[in-house]
Every structure is written in C-alpha cells, then in structure tokens.
C-alpha cells in the first residue's frame, strides 16, 4: 500500500507557483514583487516536494517506509506505533497521522507526522489500513 499526494493537487500547486511567477514583473510596487516571488517560491518548492517525496508513504507486512527530503526511512513494525491525532483550531477540525518511534527499543525516537495533503487521503483511513497490515496483536 502506498499514499501519497494527489497528482492534480501538486499539478494546480505548480501551476499557480508558476502564473505567480510570470506576474512578478507585472507588480508595480517593490514589496509587492517580493511578496508575489515568495509566493511563487513557496509554491513551487512545495510542489516539487510532492514529485521529489513520491510516495510518501508505504506500508507491507514488514513495517513502514516514510519519504523525507533526508532519504527514505525504514520503520519495522516493532519500532513504530501508529496513532491519530485530531485538533481544532478555529472552529476548524484536523487530523494527522503520528508515527511515534520511540515505541520501539531505541529511547531516541522521533516523531514522523503526515496531514490529508501528505497522505492523499483521510488519515483515519490510513491508520486503519496500517492496524490491518500490523502483526502484532491489538
């Protein structure tokens, strides 16, 4: 199983990175330019974040491989714990998928989270799939 975002969300991503882009030149103001060329950074580095880190995650009966910009890591089963955490903030509900590694032997774990727009999809969902994919018992 693998996740990842969705190609038409990194397509639009790109492409208003790039009308931001050509726009630059157009501002009259100074600030005005550099807000529109951080803008389009933004934009375009986040998109090809999406291509570089494809998929971001994938997950067999072997445990879990998370995509980073550092490289891929490799969780077995027996080092990670998977949770769901919802917020809200401004009367606004969220939820991210946690990746706690500290679950395992090592005391210096880390914590790997991914949103909707990391996953592709609800990560509910996700967490379920990876219980399901999980041999240890529950």
């Known amino acids: 199983m693998t996740w990842t975002p969705p190609t038409w969300d990194t397509a639009a991503t790109a492409s208003?990175?790039?009308l931001l882009a050509v726009g630059v030149p157009v501002v009259a103001?100074?600030?005005?330019?550099?807000?529109?060329?951080?803008?389009?950074?933004?934009?375009l580095g986040l998109a090809l974040r999406d291509v570089v880190l494809r998929p971001r995650l994938s997950a067999s009966h072997d445990g879990v491989v998370v995509r980073t910009?550092?490289?891929a890591i490799r969780l077995p089963w027996a080092d990670v714990r998977v949770?769901?955490?919802?917020?809200?903030?401004?009367?606004?509900?969220?939820r991210t998928l946690e990746l706690d590694t500290a679950a395992g032997p090592?005391?210096?774990?880390?914590?790997?989270?991914?949103?909707?727009?990391?996953?592709?999809?609800?990560?509910e969902t996700v967490a379920r799939?990876?219980?399901?994919?999980?041999?240890?018992?529950?």
């Not at 103001?29 to 934009?43: F, H, N, S, T």
């Open 83 to 94: 949770r769901v955490r919802e917020t809200r903030r401004f009367g606004l509900r969220g």
């Open 129 to 138: 799939t990876l219980w399901e994919l999980d041999p240890r018992p529950r």
């Open 69 to 71: 910009l550092t490289g």
């Open 106 to 123: 090592h005391e210096d774990g880390s914590l790997i989270v991914l949103g909707r727009r990391d996953l592709g999809a609800d990560p």
């Open 16 to 18: 208003l990175g790039v």
């Open 29 to 43: 103001d100074a600030p005005g330019r550099i807000l529109a060329a951080a803008g389009a950074i933004l934009l």
